[in-house]
């Protein structure tokens, strides 16, 4: 048995997906003439309570045409810490648009409204203006946690009374709505702009959608095509989101997986950190001494893990791990040095 707990983008698509893309009604998307595209943005629009959407190859790409809409060279953006935007993009916001991340802690995940207004209220002392905060959820580096929404309402409150506009990261938003039974619309209501995924938890072979007001995305667009992200026939890709939007609901399995794989580790290595209470979603991050050692050892039985930071091992449950993939991963850790 081989079993992949690298991350929730190595499933594959399913049959339904297969044939859905066989039988797309297909046209040229640059000319707004694929109306299985059409149609996939319509959705992610109507789920997220946005006016419009538009299909991309990535969530990168979706993050990085926020950045290039929502800000101008020489703008700061305040983000978390460890938000994928910052850390795990290779470094594209300051290279495409030319702004600054202004980092602010995030141990669980959140920001903590009075630092961001301190990093803000900088601007008027010879410091960048910040004229974006980022805000990811799930938070992947903390371990898929959910933002509480009584949190996100006062980081809006913020936003608003400053004045500055907020970008949803929401990788894995259909996770939190999941696991929180929040929608993603009420979710993303403080956010201008909001981006979410098909290729992870959802199963789809690839696409990001980035939803936000019609005049926006009208520059969004152009954003796109400068980023090579227009795309031609893409309703055969777009036919596979439209299954993966259908399959929201069986989140909630993936979710108790990683409960299972928590416990599991937290019995093995009670100094590794995790608090099993804390796992809410698909992911489970802890410490390790030797992360290549244990890599190597999970391989050996047949089990791929991953890691997201010096010292720090992470694993990632998905529609392709079924029970009996999550009883060889619990039995590995459990024989793990």
């Given at each position: ?18 044939r ?16 299985t595209?059409?149609?996939l943005?319509?959705r992610?629009?109507e789920?997220?309570g946005k ?11 979706a ?12 703008d ?8 994928h ?20 802690a ?22 960048p ?8 959820d799930?938070?992947m ?8 929404m ?5 980081l809006a409150r ?28 009420a ?10 995924c ?5 199963g ?6 980035l ?11 152009l ?16 036919a ?8 929201i609901?069986?989140?909630a ?5 990683a409960r ?12 590794s950190?995790?608090?099993p209470?804390?796992v ?16 190597r050892?999970l391989a050996?039985?047949g089990?791929?893990?991953?890691t997201?930071?010096?010292g ?13 993939g ?8 459990a024989?793990a040095?």
């Amino acid at each position: 048995m081989q079993v992949d707990l690298r991350s929730d983008t190595v499933t594959r698509p399913t049959a339904d997906m297969r044939r859905a893309m066989a039988a797309a009604d297909v046209g040229d998307d640059e000319y707004g003439e694929d109306p299985t595209v059409r149609l996939l943005q319509e959705r992610f629009a109507e789920l997220t309570g946005k006016q419009e959407a538009m299909f991309v190859p990535s969530g990168t790409m979706a993050n990085q045409v926020a950045l290039r809409c929502l800000t101008r060279p020489g703008d700061a953006v305040v983000t978390g810490r460890h938000q994928h935007v910052l850390l795990y993009e290779e470094g594209a916001g300051p290279i495409n648009s030319g702004i600054s991340f202004l980092p602010v802690a995030d141990p669980l995940g959140t920001l903590e409204p009075s630092e961001v207004q301190q990093v803000i209220a900088s601007g008027a002392h010879h410091q960048p203006a910040v004229r974006l905060i980022t805000v990811e959820d799930t938070h992947m580096a903390a371990g898929g946690r959910v933002w509480p929404m009584d949190q996100i309402d006062s980081l809006a409150r913020l936003a608003r009374s400053e004045g500055v506009p907020i970008h949803l990261d929401g990788a894995r938003l259909w996770n939190a709505s999941v696991a929180s039974g929040v929608t993603p619309a009420a979710r993303a209501a403080h956010a201008t702009t909001v981006m979410a995924c098909l290729s992870k938890g959802l199963g789809a072979p690839v696409g990001s959608l980035l939803a936000g007001p019609t005049e926006l995305m009208d520059e969004a667009r152009l954003a796109r095509k400068r980023f090579g992200g227009t795309m031609r026939q893409s309703g055969v890709i777009a036919a596979a989101g439209l299954v993966a939007l259908g399959r929201i609901d069986r989140l909630a399995e993936d979710h108790d997986k990683a409960r299972r794989l928590a416990l599991a580790v937290a019995e093995r290595w009670p100094e590794s950190g995790l608090d099993p209470a804390s796992v809410e979603t698909n992911i489970v991050i802890f410490s390790y001494p030797d992360p290549a050692g244990l890599l190597r050892h999970l391989a050996d039985g047949g089990l791929a893990a991953g890691t997201v930071g010096p010292g720090r091992v992470r694993l990632v449950t998905h529609a392709d791990v079924d029970t009996a993939g999550i009883d060889l991963a619990c039995a590995l850790i459990a024989k793990a040095p």
